[in-house]
């Protein structure tokens, strides 16, 4: 058991902190979660955290059962409360990164000796701070032989300047007279609303900021609702069309470190993690960052549950993956192949046209394709339908974090795919219910000896052997 230790559980996946906590030996402390019906979120801390070492767990995955689960348990609602949740819409991502934040908050001025954000899956992780290139340089548009930074901060420059990492953006639209809104001249505004919608991040709303470094919206063509993904910021096509449509820079919102900023300034001290998407997010922040690997719980799920698997292949679907993909391999002494996920468009168009490309031998052999994310699962059926034509007799999917937004677990049941196993770092229960191929593994162990090592001082990277 360990002692003078606060465990405080978000609404995201009280069925992972419960697990976490039965293996450190303690009880999840009591709070009071809610949403009142205006959707502003309520929190109460009803244990004492005075000079305690407080962990607060939320992740970030939307599936059925966040909705489903109630944000608090039942000895800590009231009756008005159960009321007020009833009546609330269900979390999303972004609730339960304010609900976290507000739990932070009200941990410190209670007096909290330290408080520690365990986030099995970090928020807005696949959003850089800058819309980047798959060759890894900013997006910029060419036009003619000149190029224009895209986003970066900072005031302005002209547009037209060869890029230098010390240049800096114009102000939008400064040197075009603005009518009204979103209008600039020479841009149809009627047109322009028909065709865009504003897009930072997460699709924000409002006219785009003025100067002076501020972050401005980035205006991305109207979809079907909900259909947007990150990949929609590596569309240099897009990017540029819109540009040449708008008149506007097409300013990335700074997420990232925005949220990391957020995280600091609500007073979280230290922040433990797993499997970031961009391990450099780490550099975001000024407090401690923690990132624990699923990697050693996924190679005991190759050794263990795949006959024969010294004669598979593992398959990155995705270059960006390869990193990661290729670690599991050494380790294993398995041999490896790349899927080359190409997304740009030679001409100004949208949707851009995707290939995929394979780099390896894997007729007739087994395939395990590691990646740290599976959100639409977009990436992995597709990776699948590629090697069973190229004549991988099986394909198993490892991956760390289990999103599954929207349809993806209907198109992974209607897929290539053999098998995908997935921590439990985002709630499978709805998942699993809806998919005879899926196959969760608990990581909540890690995270309950990341704990006490965090909290007695120990290293954690000695938790893992290649570290
Ligand atoms: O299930 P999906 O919606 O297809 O998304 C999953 C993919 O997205 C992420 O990579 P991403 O393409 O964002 O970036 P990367 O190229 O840096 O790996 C992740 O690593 C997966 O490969």
């Not at 785009?208 to 993904?229: H, K």
Request: glycine share 10%.
């Amino acid at each position: 058991m360990v002692r003078n230790i606060v465990v405080l559980s978000g609404s995201s996946h009280p069925g992972f902190v419960d697990s976490v906590c039965e293996t450190l030996g303690v009880s999840p402390s009591s709070r009071l979660l809610a949403k009142f019906s205006s959707g502003e979120t309520r929190c109460e801390i009803r244990d004492s955290v005075r000079g305690k070492d407080v962990y607060i767990v939320q992740t970030f995955g939307v599936g059925p059962t966040s909705s489903a689960s109630p944000p608090s348990s039942a000895s800590t609602r009231s009756a008005t409360t159960a009321d007020e949740e009833s009546r609330s819409p269900p979390n999303t991502v972004n609730d339960y990164f304010i609900e976290l934040c507000i739990m932070i908050s009200a941990c410190k001025t209670g007096s909290a000796r330290r408080v520690t954000a365990v986030l099995p899956l970090f928020p807005y992780s696949r959003q850089p701070d800058l819309a980047f290139s798959k060759a890894g340089a900013p997006l910029v548009s060419m036009s003619g032989t000149t190029r224009q930074v895209v986003g970066e901060r900072g005031p302005g420059t002209g547009a037209g300047r060869d890029y230098t990492f010390e240049s800096v953006p114009v102000t939008p639209g400064a040197s075009i007279p603005r009518t009204a809104g979103l209008g600039s001249a020479g841009v149809d505004v009627a047109e322009m609303m028909g065709k865009v919608s504003l897009g930072g991040g997460n699709k924000g709303t409002g006219p785009p900021a003025g100067g002076n470094g501020t972050a401005s919206p980035v205006l991305v063509p109207q979809q079907q609702p909900g259909t947007y993904t990150t990949h929609d910021y590596e569309n240099p096509g897009l990017m540029i069309a819109l540009q040449a449509k708008s008149g506007y820079k097409q300013w990335m919102a700074q997420s990232g470190s925005l949220v990391a900023d957020l995280l600091t300034c609500a007073g979280a001290d230290r922040v433990l993690t797993c499997d970031l998407h961009e391990s450099a997010y780490q550099g975001f922040f000024d407090i401690p960052v923690d990132n624990l690997h699923a990697r050693p719980l996924l190679q005991r799920y190759i050794q263990q549950h795949i006959p024969n698997y010294r004669d598979a292949v593992i398959v990155s679907p995705d270059a960006g993956g390869a990193k990661r993909a290729t670690a599991v391999a050494d380790e294993l002494g398995l041999a490896f192949a790349l899927i080359h996920k190409e997304r740009r468009s030679p001409k100004i168009s949208y949707p851009p046209k995707a290939t995929m490309m394979l780099v390896g031998d894997v007729a007739g052999r087994v395939c395990i394709l590691v990646d740290d994310l599976a959100d639409t699962a977009n990436t992995l059926t597709r990776a699948a339908k590629l090697l069973k034509r190229e004549g991988a007799v099986q394909v198993i999917a490892l991956i760390t974090h289990g999103v599954f937004s929207g349809d993806a677990i209907a198109r992974i049941n209607a897929s290539a795919l053999d098998r995908v196993v997935v921590t439990n770092t985002v709630a499978q229960e709805a998942h699993r219910a809806a998919c005879d191929k899926l196959v969760v593994l608990d990581i909540s162990g890690t995270f309950a000896e990341a704990i006490r090592r965090v909290h007695h001082g120990e290293s954690i990277s000695m938790l893992f052997q290649y570290d």
